[in-house]
C-alpha cells in the first residue's frame, strides 16, 4: 500500500494563477480531509468528504474547492492564488469517522504564491 | 479563539529521561484526544489516543494522561530516545454538524539529545 500520495511536493505560483492539488489512497477510506499548516501553526480543515460526491466545508475554506468523484481521489482546486494561501497542504484519509480513529497523512504540497 | 492550546513551543531532554508535552482544550464537547508526531518534509503520523471516558492509556513507551476536570493532557514518553526528535501536535475531536473534524494544536518542537 502507497497510502495517501499528494502531487506536487512543491509548487510557486504566481498571484490569480490556478491550481490542482492531487490526493490520492489506497486504503478505501470512505473519508478523506485537506488541511494547510501556515508556519509555527496547527492544522486547520479547509474541506473534507464522507464519501464519494459528498464533500462539505472545513474551518478555512474560502478560495478553495473540492470534488470528490471516486472513493480514491480527493483533488484540491486554487482558483485565484493568493499570497495568503502560501501554506503547507496535508491531504489525510480515515477508515472511520468516530471513535478518536487516526487520520492517515500524505506527505505534503508545499506551495508559495508570489 | 484556539480550542486546543500547546502553550510550550519546544523541549530539550535527555536521551534516556522522560518527556512530558502538554496540552489544554477548552471545549467540553471534545470526546477523543490524539497525538500526532511529525518530521520535517513529512505528514503527521498517529501516535496514541485516549476517549474522554479514560484518565490513561498506554502503548510501549508512550503514555497519555487525560484530566477532564482541568481539561488538559498530557503525553509521556518514557525513556526519551533521540529518534523522538520531532514536531508533536494535541488534536481533539468532537461531533460538529453531524461529522467529526480534529482541532489541532499549534505543535511542540522536541529535542531528545544523545
Known amino acids: 500500500n502507497a497510502g495517501v500520495t499528494q502531487t506536487p511536493k512543491f509548487r510557486i505560483l504566481k498571484i490569480g494563477q490556478s491550481m490542482t492539488l492531487q490526493c490520492t489512497q489506497d486504503m478505501n477510506h470512505n473519508y478523506m480531509y485537506w488541511y494547510r499548516q501556515d508556519p509555527g501553526m496547527g492544522l486547520k480543515l479547509i474541506y473534507y468528504?464522507?464519501?464519494?460526491?459528498?464533500?462539505d466545508k472545513g474551518e478555512v475554506p474560502n478560495g478553495y474547492n473540492v470534488s470528490r468523484s471516486t472513493t480514491e481521489d480527493f483533488p484540491l482546486r486554487l482558483e485565484l492564488a493568493a499570497p495568503s494561501q502560501t501554506s503547507v497542504y496535508f491531504c489525510a484519509s480515515s477508515p472511520l469517522q468516530r471513535g478518536g480513529n487516526e487520520q492517515f497523512f500524505g506527505p505534503g504540497t508545499r506551495l508559495t504564491v508570489l | 479563539d484556539q480550542q486546543v492550546k500547546q502553550n510550550s513551543p519546544s523541549l530539550s531532554v535527555q536521551e534516556g529521561r522522560i518527556s512530558i508535552l502538554n496540552c489544554d482544550y477548552t471545549?467540553?464537547?471534545?470526546?477523543?484526544f490524539l497525538w500526532y508526531k511529525k518530521y520535517p518534509a513529512e505528514g503527521p503520523t498517529f501516535l496514541i489516543s485516549?476517549?474522554?471516558?479514560?484518565d490513561k492509556n498506554e502503548d510501549g513507551r508512550f503514555t497519555v494522561f487525560l484530566n477532564k476536570s482541568a481539561k488538559h493532557l498530557s503525553l509521556h514518553i518514557v525513556p526519551s530516545q533521540p529518534g523522538d526528535s520531532a514536531v508533536y501536535f494535541c488534536?481533539?475531536?468532537?461531533?460538529?454538524?453531524?461529522?467529526?473534524?480534529?482541532?489541532f494544536g499549534k505543535g511542540m518542537k522536541l529535542t531528545v539529545n544523545p
Open positions: 468528504s464522507v464519501g464519494a460526491g459528498i464533500t
Open positions: 471545549n467540553s464537547m471534545f470526546d477523543y
Open positions: 485516549i476517549s474522554s471516558i479514560k
Open positions: 488534536a481533539a475531536s468532537g461531533l460538529e454538524g453531524g461529522s467529526e473534524k480534529l482541532v
